[in-house]
Structures are given as C-alpha cells and as structure tokens.
T-cell receptor, first 115, second 113 residues
Framework: DGGITQSPKYLFRKEGQNVTLSCEQNLNHDAMYWYRQDPGQGLRLIYYSQIVNDFQKGDIAEGYSVSREKKESFPLTVTSAQKNPTAFYLC??????????????FGPGTRLTVL | AQTVTQSQPEMSVQEAETVTLSCTYDTSESDYYLFWYKQPPSRQMILVIRQEAYKQQNATENRFSVNFQKAAKSFSLKISDSQLGDAAMYFCACLDSNYQLIWGAGTKLIIKP
C-alpha cells in the first residue's frame, strides 16, 4: 500500500535527551514536512524539504533538526535545546508535480512525551 | 503574513442534519489554494476538500461542499446529512506561494445521535 508511515506511535524521553522521529513515504512525493500540534491549536510548521539534501526552516525550527538524504525519508530530531517538546508530531508529503501539486498527505503521527 | 481564523471552537449538529463550519483567511497572494482537513480521534489528518482560488465554482465532495467567497476571504464548509463518523476536529488551511500550509485553530464537531 502507498502511504506515509511514522514511527514510533508513542515516544517517551527524559529531559536532556535527543530523540529522532521517523517519517517514510512511498508515494514518490518530492516534498516532505514536519508539523507540531499542541492541544487546542492548529498545526505549526517545523521544517520542510522540497528536494533531497535540501530543507528549510518553518515557523518553529528552534530546537529541532532534520535531514533529507533520501527522497523517501525525512527524520526529525528533537534536541535537548527544545524547551517544551511534549506534543503531537505530524509528517506530511506532497507531490509538487501536476495535477495535485498543492495537496499535502499526512502520516498517523507520533506522540512525544518528555518525562 | 497569512492568517487563517476559525471562530467556532465547537459546533454540534443532530445526526442527518446539515452543519456549516466557518473559516476566514487573509492573504496577499493572487493565486492560492484552500483546504479543509478532518482529524478524528485517531489524530490522522485527512483531506476533506480543496478549492483553487481562481475557480469561481464551489468545490463539492459527496456530502461536503464549500461556500467560497473570495472578496470576503471566506471559506466555509457545509456537511449535509451529518453522520456519526463525521465527528472530528475540522481544520481550515491556506497554501502560500512557498507550498506552506497556514492553519486555523480548528473546530470540534459533535454529532448528536
């Protein structure tokens, strides 16, 4: 089946530790995105990438890092510099090619809790 | 900067009735896209409907339709014949020229059986 997978579904971290969230897609999409969602709020963009080996900061990139070594994969690392990392993290991808260049499709998300 | 506003934190509707969720946006772009996404309790974000701003015709997808008023920068979602499975958070979003989605805060839709 084609789609976007995120792992793990639930993740716990001690303060001061870095953790990496996985996002993989087999849709052959060019662009990938990471969002953060806090209770009662909409999504906020952390990072996005439109091509392999290139990525741009979103609105709340501080304390996060990403890599895009393969088209299919866009892992997000939450570093110890992120002061309030407990949140729900969503990964998305979009084709950037006709006919649906504009539409983003989402993975199931990862719930990160800092203990 | 682009902004998206959903003024209804929560809405409720009787099963089989019709409900309209409001969304207003602000953009300086001349061409843009608008979306409604649904997030059920599973938290998977699911695309409901999309609208290209250059198209005057309102988008429809089965029981879901939009009322797109470009001059008023309004993009409301109408759900007809509401079903229990429609219960979810609904988010309105606007795509900017950098392919970034700007999101509203969401509306929680409750379906009363």
């Amino acid at each position: 089946d084609g789609g976007i997978t995120q792992s793990p579904k639930y993740l716990f971290r001690k303060e001061g530790q870095n953790v990496t969230l996985s996002c993989e897609q087999n849709l052959n999409h060019d662009a990938m995105y990471w969002y953060r969602q806090d209770p009662g709020q909409g999504l906020r963009l952390i990072y996005y990438s439109q091509i392999v080996n290139d990525f741009q900061k979103g609105d709340i990139a501080e304390g996060y890092s990403v890599s895009r070594e393969k088209k299919e994969s866009f892992p997000l690392t939450v570093t110890s510099a992120q002061k309030n990392p407990t949140a729900f993290y969503l990964c998305a991808s979009s084709p950037l090619r006709l006919p649906s260049t504009d539409t983003q499709y989402f993975g199931p998300g990862t719930r990160l809790t800092v203990l | 900067a682009q902004t998206v506003t959903q003024s209804q934190p929560e809405m409720s509707v009787q099963e089989a009735e019709t409900v309209t969720l409001s969304c207003t946006y602000d953009t300086s772009e001349s061409d843009y896209y608008l979306f409604w996404y649904k997030q059920p309790p599973s938290r998977q974000m699911i695309l409901v409907i999309r609208q290209e701003a250059y198209k005057q015709q309102n988008a429809t997808e089965n029981r879901f339709s939009v009322n797109f008023q470009k001059a008023a920068k309004s993009f409301s979602l109408k759900i007809s014949d509401s079903q229990l499975g429609d219960a979810a958070m609904y988010f309105c979003a606007c795509l900017d020229s950098n392919y970034q989605l700007i999101w509203g805060a969401g509306t929680k839709l409750i379906i009363k059986p």
